[in-house]
């Protein structure tokens, strides 16, 4: 099929446009099983780009009708997550579980049809069939047993207590997928087995609500990871026995960790509510999740999620799993926070210098100015919004604690000059600021006889207690004199 689209200069965009005639409508539709990680957020991200380039809708949906998996709260996070990310939707959501009626008329009507049966085998009993499978080398699956019973063997199964599901006959027929990713992709008749869509509680299975939630909700297109394409051919098989208009199919590549293995926690952050709480960016997490598996037609790496609209292709998302970077990741982040501004900065660092101890009021003008000094200082330092707890405590902290770098300086036989000379030339000073600071470096060198590393090291020690940081002239301007004077004393008391 891709093939004869280029054949005939045809991208995905315009079949897809073709086919649908302005009616475009693709949707996202997590399980409340878990948090939103970085594979259901790029689906949604993808999903989301695609509406908005061609003029159509997205529609959010909660599929929930597995009880027994859905966590408590985990709703609202991938709602807020989504809203964090920017995605907005334009329906919805919607939850399954409000829709329950409507599953049940539908599966009478394919009953009507003599498409279903009845189907009263225990867990125990298939659990063990497919052991027999396996052992035999056979592929486990659903062997029938229930699909030619009478009418008194299906009145004595019932008799016995068991509470039937009802399974759908599969066609005896090959299954071919229109991928508008991958082409065609061929399931042949025995792929799939006779599966249910009503379980034994009177819920719908998955395969049977999405075909008809898609249906009834006017979805066109049904774009999604790879791991549902084997779920397809179920549900084409659903759409033609229900006569219901077919939907494009779109699957998207899955996301392998570094070392090429399926994603998981050992691999580090991959849910969207923990990187928000460890201080990544929304528009860096987004910009970077669009690369997994999108190329850029001008093999940029940098987007704001306009440009991403604008950029967006389905003929450029790749068929070849993409690979997982925490490392490229956090570097993207860093390249955000460097570029963005100090105000917006400022207040995105607060909740994290709140939770720190180091503010507890940003709104007096004289305490925002000086943190908008600190951030000014120390953006080019951070590779998370979380590192602020760390980068700041130079400026807030009193109790200077010495690292490695700082001792190598205490050791030099030059450095007691230096602090003496500092001490004597902070009384002349009421503050540092960027106009004097070169002048009272200066005279810090001329009294102590001392320049280059064997001055500039000191100088930062005595006042912050790293061998390392932001610009000394930075650090200069924002602390006061009394600060720099006490905290001077201490580390010379450290030294006798």
């Not at 399980?31 to 990680?37: F, I, K, M």
């Not at 070169?438 to 001392?450: A, G, N």
Request: proline share 5%; with cysteine; net charge negative.
């Amino acid at each position: 099929m891709i093939q004869d689209k280029l054949l005939e200069n045809k991208s995905p965009e315009k079949e897809c446009k073709e086919q649908n005639q302005g009616t475009l409508k693709v949707r996202f539709a997590p399980s409340p099983t878990g948090y939103l990680h970085v594979g259901g957020a790029r689906t949604a991200l993808f999903n989301y780009l695609y509406a908005r380039k061609n003029g159509g809708a997205l529609l959010l949906r909660i599929e929930d009708t597995d009880l027994k998996r859905e966590i408590e709260g985990s709703i609202n996070r991938i709602i807020e997550d989504m809203q964090w990310l920017g995605l907005k939707w334009d329906e919805g959501p919607i939850r399954q579980t409000g829709r329950l009626d409507i599953y049940r008329k539908y599966a009478n009507a394919l009953e009507d049809k003599g498409l279903t049966y009845p189907c009263y085998c225990t867990p125990e009993e298939l659990k063990t069939n497919r052991e027999k499978m396996m052992e035999a080398g056979t592929t486990p699956h659903y062997n029938g047993a229930c699909r030619d019973l009478t009418p008194q063997q299906r009145e004595q199964k019932s008799a016995e207590g068991r509470k039937p599901c009802i399974r759908f006959r599969m066609p005896d027929k090959s299954v071919v997928v229109k991928d508008l990713i991958r082409g065609d992709v061929v399931f042949e008749k025995d792929f799939v087995d006779d599966f249910i869509i009503m379980k034994s509680d009177n819920t719908p299975s998955y395969n049977f609500a999405v075909v008809v939630d898609d249906h009834e909700m006017g979805v066109t297109l049904v774009m999604r990871g790879e791991e549902h394409l084997v779920n397809t051919p179920r549900q084409i098989s659903l759409y033609e026995a229900l006569e219901f208009s077919m939907p494009q199919f779109a699957h998207i590549s899955m996301i392998l960790s570094p070392d090429r293995k399926k994603m998981s926690k050992r691999h580090g952050t991959v849910a969207v509510d923990i990187f928000r709480k460890e201080g990544y960016l929304p528009s860096a997490l987004i910009n970077y999740i669009s690369l997994l598996g999108w190329s850029p037609p001008d093999n940029r790496e940098f987007f704001t999620l306009d440009e991403m609209v604008e950029a967006f292709s389905l003929d450029r998302i790749a068929k070849n799993p993409a690979v997982y970077d925490i490392e490229k990741l956090r570097w993207m982040n860093s390249q955000y926070i460097k570029e963005m501004d100090n105000e917006k900065l400022l207040d995105m660092l607060i909740p994290f210098m709140k939770d720190a101890g180091f503010v507890d009021d940003d709104k007096t003008p004289e305490n925002r100015d000086k943190l908008l000094l600190i951030v000014d200082a120390l953006k080019s330092r951070l590779v998370l919004l979380s590192d602020i707890k760390e980068e700041a405590s130079i400026f807030f902290d009193d109790n200077l604690e010495l690292d490695e770098g700082a001792k190598e300086s205490l050791e030099w036989d030059t450095t007691p000059a230096v602090f003496k000379a500092f001490l004597e030339v902070l009384d002349e000073y009421d503050a540092i600021t960027s106009e004097n600071s070169r002048e009272f470096v200066k005279k810090i060198q001329k009294k102590s006889m001392t320049k280059g590393k064997k001055l500039y090291m000191p100088l930062r020690v005595g006042i912050t207690g790293k061998g390392h940081g932001p610009e000394m002239v930075a650090v200069l301007t924002i602390l006061s004199i009394e600060q720099m004077k006490k905290r001077l004393k201490s580390i010379i008391e450290i030294c006798k």
